[in-house]
Each structure stands twice: as C-alpha cells, then as structure tokens.
C-alpha cells in the first residue's frame, strides 16, 4: 500500500513536469533520493519512464482531433495536413531514434544522478533567460503550425537529442530550439507535445522490453503501482498543458528559467552538505 502512495506522489511530480520545461526525468531522479519504494532498481527505472506514457496521453486526448487525419469531420485539405504535420514528427523523431538507441545502457549506467540533474537545471535555466531575452523584440518567422517545414522540424529534433541528458527537459530543450530558429512560443511548444508522442512511446518500449529481457516480471502489487503512476500523471499532465498553453499566451519562459536555477542551487546545497556530513 505503501508504494501505491509513493506511486501517486510520482505520477503528480510526472505530471506536472513533463510538458513544463523543468525536467520530468530530472525532477523523478531527484524524488527517488527521498520516496523510495521497495521494489526492484530495474522496476523502479522501468517505472519512471512508463509512467511519462500517461502524460503523453494526456496530450492524445487534447489533441485527438487535431492530429487525426481520418477525422470525417476535416476536409481533404485538412486531412492533408495532418498526415503532414506527422511526417514532420516523424522527421523530428528520428535523430533521438537513432541516437537514443545506441546511447541509452551508457546513459542509465552515467547520467542518472543528482550531479548531472543539477547541472543541466542550472545551465538551461540560465539559457532560457538569455534567450528570451535576446528574442524580447524579435517577431517570429514561424506563427502557423502547417509552414513548419520538414528542414525546421529536423533541427528541433536534433535539439530534442540534448533531452537524453536528464536534467535538461525535453519539452525545453526543443521549445528552446524552436524558438531559436524562428518559431513563436506556441508553435514550439505544440511541436514539443506532438514530438513527445512517438518518443516517449518509444522510450516506454524499449524500457519495458529491457526490464523483461533482463528477468523482470510483473505481479498483482507491480502492476498496480504501475498503472496508478501512469493514471495520476495522465490527469496531472492534463491540468499542466491546459495552463501552460494558456501561459504562454501573455507570458515568456523566464520564470522556468529562475525555477530551474533556484531549484539547482538548493539541490546542490543541499547534497553537498550531506556529503560534506
């Protein structure tokens, strides 16, 4: 019963930090110091990426008309334009495909640390502020979602690659990048939530399957610490992205900027000093 509650207070972490530009996988690694639950490390690993599917479906259900081209009630041009709009993702996916799957037993054995979370918090944080304010008076090339061109969507999938580092956020890291080439806020964040799609389907898979090729197993308690993770993100994740479309619509970034830096300084004060004692 006691891993149930520990697996809501991660889904709620989840959920609100996987489409904020705060880090859903940083902030998990640093959750896990203090709320450990007593199952193994490889469930535990397998758990924290997993439970992000409830929040990638959570933008599905936001999204469902608008990113099926099947929908009878889109005119063929419409139609068109979505099944556009997926080859785009596809193209953006790609380098974290690729990238992802040669890197990824290298990166869970070195990167999944504290050290490593706060650095990457304070380093982005400082670049969201430097870019927004570099981008104060500019007016973005990218307003419409459908002129994104492929070219475009390439790059903010190579900004996506900088994510596999944990710490760094990948909603950030390709929101930042988009806004770097010329997109508005609100493209680059809708981009950022359709790109997690395919990603973090494909990061789920590939979890699962390691946990079971590595001997793992599931059983009743497993499963539901799994699904309440993934159920309580889902709603969490619904709430996030309401407010942070909303958000963005009058404000920059620079607040997720100043969490980040604030957040990286505590963490590393706070685990120097228990080092240090």
Do not use: C
Not at 25 to 38: D, P, Q
Not at 61 to 90: A, G
Not at 181 to 188: D, E, F, H, L, M
């Amino acid at each position: 019963m006691l891993d149930i509650i520990k697996a809501i207070i991660l889904g709620i972490v989840e959920g609100i930090t996987e489409f904020l530009p705060i880090s859903s996988t940083g902030h998990l690694i640093l959750v896990n110091e203090f709320i450990k639950m007593s199952e193994t490390t490889q469930f535990t690993d397998m758990f924290n990426v997993v439970i992000q599917l409830g929040a990638i479906m959570a933008v599905v259900v936001l999204y469902f008309h608008k990113l099926n081209p099947l929908s009878p009630k889109k005119t063929h041009v419409e139609q068109h334009e979505t099944w556009v709009l997926w080859f785009k993702v596809v193209v953006a996916v790609l380098p974290s495909v690729v990238i992802g799957l040669l890197l990824n037993d290298w990166m869970d054995a070195h990167l999944m640390n504290w050290e490593i979370v706060s650095a990457m918090l304070l380093l982005y944080g400082i670049l969201f502020i430097a870019i927004e304010n570099r981008n104060a008076n500019r007016q973005p090339q990218f307003s419409d979602l459908n002129r994104l061109s492929y070219k475009t969507a390439f790059i903010i999938g190579m900004f996506q690659l900088l994510s596999l580092i944990p710490g760094t956020s990948r909603s950030g890291a390709t929101i930042l990048g988009g806004i770097l080439i010329g997109t508005s806020r609100y493209v680059a964040t809708e981009f950022s939530f359709f790109l997690a799609i395919p990603t973090m389907f494909g990061a789920s898979l590939l979890k699962v399957y390691k946990y079971f090729h590595h001997g793992g197993t599931f059983d009743g308690m497993q499963t539901a610490v799994l699904l309440t993770g993934m159920l309580v993100s889902f709603v969490v994740a619904y709430i996030a992205i309401r407010f942070l479309l909303n958000y963005i619509q009058h404000n920059n970034f620079k607040v997720f900027g100043w969490y980040r830096i604030i957040l990286s300084i505590v963490v590393i004060g706070y685990f120097g000093i228990r080092t240090l004692i």
